[in-house]
């Protein structure tokens, strides 16, 4: 993008499943170009009666309205996650006003972790570990590298994982906002 037209960036979740705990893990920033514009957005929440775990990465306005979206299929098929996503995944790709929304989405309950597309995809890594946004890739490799440790647990991996994204990734900072089940 032209410094006339800057485009927004920052965003790191990190998904970890490790024993009977999963973590989603967000970073606070968001970037306009090279200006930090908020430092402690939070981008990670518990829905469907605190039973769900979500972390959205993208633009704020699409991510919001896909949460609201999700929120209402888990109405209609409640202890359903993925089916769930999958027919938000459908409405997702076939609407045309969804269609046009630019976001991720990292989903996880007590038994299935999952990443939501605008492409129409649900995916679940079979490790238990996701990685979104700018930053996603690098905590990413450092949940993969630290989950075989026994004395760490998920949130000590999670909270790692963001530290290290943070230290490479000039689109993600510090400030970490975790949420667990």
């Not at 927004?8 to 998904?15: A, D, K, P, Q, V």
């Not at 409640?78 to 969804?98: F, H, I, M, N, S």
């Not at 597309?117 to 630290?146: K, M, W």
Request: glycine share 10%.
């Amino acid at each position: 993008m032209s410094e006339q037209n800057p485009s927004w960036h920052g965003t790191t979740i990190l998904c970890v499943r490790k024993a009977d705990r999963v973590i989603i893990a967000g970073d606070g920033q968001v970037s306009l170009g090279a200006t930090v514009i908020k430092a402690n957005a939070r981008k990670v929440r518990k829905i469907g009666g605190d039973k769900i775990l979500v972390g959205f990465a993208g633009a704020t306005a699409d991510a919001f309205t896909l949460l609201e979206r999700l929120e209402a299929k888990l109405e209609k098929y409640p202890g359903q996650l993925t089916r769930a996503c999958v027919e938000l995944a459908k409405d997702w790709r076939t609407d045309r006003y969804l269609r046009k929304l630019e976001a991720m989405m990292a989903v996880a309950d007590k038994d299935v972790s999952l990443v939501l597309t605008g492409q129409g995809d649900v995916l679940e890594p079979e490790d238990g570990l996701i990685g979104i946004g700018s930053g996603g890739n690098y905590a990413l490799a450092a949940a993969r590298a630290l989950i075989d440790i026994d004395d760490l647990d998920a949130e000590a991996i999670a909270r790692k994982s963001m530290r290290i994204a943070a230290g490479i990734c000039v689109y993600t900072n510090g400030n970490i906002i975790v949420e667990s089940l």
